[in-house]
């Protein structure tokens, strides 16, 4: 199957009309005011309705209560909800049955320990992102342009779907992809001139190298889309 990328923290028109047209499977938003690609529902709005029906919609949100949530899914009508903070399997579940939306859930990784959660996740979630840990004095969870050591993933056997990021660029991202065999990846910070100010010609180059990747051997059923995805939300 083809691999998807996603383009995250899409933050202006321009930058979503990129990525748009660069083919992204999947265009992210990012609601959680301590990162510099956050945005405002109101900018959601006009940026979820430029996106409807050229890409999957991903909102992405940190430990969010009800209340954000309602708002950012009234607001964006996204196709994915992204948890990357510390929510439990539990937590995923309530929130799965109160908006019926499939979940992608964010797994930090610096070392194969911390793939102790990933069963848990797996059972609940529609889908899973390895990203790298942040360091203990950070103030978000991702978005930091740090990659992790992809050989933690190399013998993965998961039945879910799952995609990588974290400091990928279009320089490392076919080796990141030969080595995890996911079957996306997610850019963000690789594809930025400054924290949160992202650059048209890095999109567009991100976006030309991860289509160029040619696997040895097919990419996993990790990298089939869903029939929601494939129908861009």
């Keep these: 199957m083809p691999l998807l990328v996603k383009i995250c923290g899409l933050s202006t028109r321009e930058t979503l009309d990129v990525a748009l047209e660069g083919g992204a499977d999947m265009v992210g938003f990012v609601f959680f005011p301590p990162s510099p690609r956050h945005i405002s529902l109101e900018t ?24 954000i949530l309602e ?9 994915i909800l992204q948890l990357h903070g510390k929510e439990t399997t ?31 996740y797996a059972g609940v979630a529609d889908r899973i992102l390895f990203d790298a840990r942040a ?32 400091g990928l660029n279009a320089d490392n991202v076919t ?17 930025e001139r400054m924290p949160g100010v992202k650059d048209p010609e890095l999109i567009r180059a991100f976006i030309r190298a991860a289509r160029a990747i ?11 889309r869903s029939t929601a995805q494939r129908a861009g939300g």
Excluded: C
């Design 44 to 67: 959601a709005r006009e940026l979820g309705s430029r996106a409807k029906g050229r890409a999957v919609k991903v909102a992405l949100t940190v430990d969010a209560d009800d209340a």
């Design 71 to 79: 708002n950012i899914v009234e607001t964006l009508r996204p196709d």
């Design 90 to 120: 539990a937590r995923l579940r309530d929130i799965k049955a109160k908006f019926g939306l499939p979940l992608m859930k964010a797994l930090p990784v610096e070392t194969s320990a911390d793939l102790a959660p990933l069963p848990g």
């Design 135 to 166: 360091p203990k004095d950070a103030t978000r969870p991702g978005g930091l342009g740090a990659p992790f050591d992809w050989h933690v993933l190399e013998n993965l056997d998961l039945a879910l779907p799952y995609m990588v990021s974290g």
């Design 175 to 191: 080796e990141a992809v030969r080595v995890t065999r996911a079957g996306g990846v997610d850019v963000s910070s690789g594809v």
């Design 214 to 224: 040619q696997p040895s051997s097919p990419l996993p059923v990790h990298g089939e």
